[in-house]
T-cell receptor
Framework: GNSVTQMEGPVTLSEEAFLTINCTYT??????LFWYVQYPGEGLQLLLK?????DKGSNKGFEATYRKETTSFHLEKGSVQVSDSAVYFC???????????FGSGTKLNVKP | GAGVSQSPSNKVTEKGKDVELRCDPISGHTALYWYRQRLGQGLEFLIYFQGNSAPDKSGLPSDRFSAERTGESVSTLTIQRTQQEDSAVYLC??????????????FGPGTRLTVL
């Protein structure tokens, strides 16, 4: 089957710290992988994506590399800001799939 | 431009009552999804509409749940005889076509349902 597991939160960091949020997946076939972000009071937004093994998705200073050998898609940022405080969701889907499979979300709190 | 909107933002109801949740997708988006998010859990797929095709209802948890969509417009999710286990945030998303790595899903802010 298909599923996504991501690290539990909350994660609390000081501004300018390095961020890693772990995400691993189980999938049949060749999925695409995504990170969505939900800022307080807003809907989920696509943050970045990778469609095949070894692809790196990047956006707003965040990066994630699709690692087929470890079935992982960890989210990283070199220097977080207070404005990055949000809930981050890892997800997988396949081209032309009706459904995406989402992780449970990881809340990030960044303190000034 | 306008994003996906949902109403109400919050709904408190008594066990056994029926509730109706509304989703207004982005204009021109043919695909519409409903998800449920229980506290501390991931998003759970409920139902998918694509244009005038028969919806994919495979995620609906029981026959108390139903959803409608007329054409490519508004969708309503109805929960009959609500139970406390139905308490969750219900999220709606739309996309230009069937969701894929090339067609991003745009999410609404959700409706928080509390069943007392």
């Amino acid at each position: 089957g298909n599923s996504v597991t991501q690290m539990e939160g909350p994660v609390t960091l000081s501004e300018e710290a390095f961020l890693t949020i772990n995400c691993t997946y189980t999938a049949t076939g060749y999925p695409s992988l995504f990170w969505y972000v939900q800022y307080p009071g807003e809907g989920l937004q696509l943050l970045l994506k990778a469609t095949k093994a070894d692809d790196k998705g990047s956006n707003k200073g965040f990066e994630a590399t699709y690692r087929k050998e470890t079935t992982s898609f960890h989210l990283e940022k070199g220097s977080v800001q207070v404005s990055d405080s949000a809930v981050y969701f890892c997800a997988l889907g396949r081209n032309n799939f009706n459904k995406f499979y989402f992780g449970s979300g990881t809340k990030l709190n960044v303190k000034p | 431009g306008a994003g996906v909107s949902q109403s109400p933002s919050n709904k408190v109801t008594e066990k056994g009552k029926d509730v109706e949740l509304r989703c207004d997708p982005i204009s021109g988006h043919t695909a519409l999804y409903w998800y449920r998010q229980r506290l501390g859990q991931g998003l759970e797929f409920l139902i998918y509409f694509q244009g005038n095709s028969a919806p994919d209802k495979s995620g609906l948890p029981s026959d108390r749940f139903s959803a409608e969509r007329t054409g490519e417009s508004v969708s309503t999710l109805t929960i009959q005889r609500t139970q406390q286990e139905d308490s969750a945030v219900y999220l709606c998303a739309s996309s230009l076509d069937r969701a894929s790595s090339y067609n991003e899903q745009f999410f609404g802010p959700g409706t928080r349902l509390t069943v007392l």
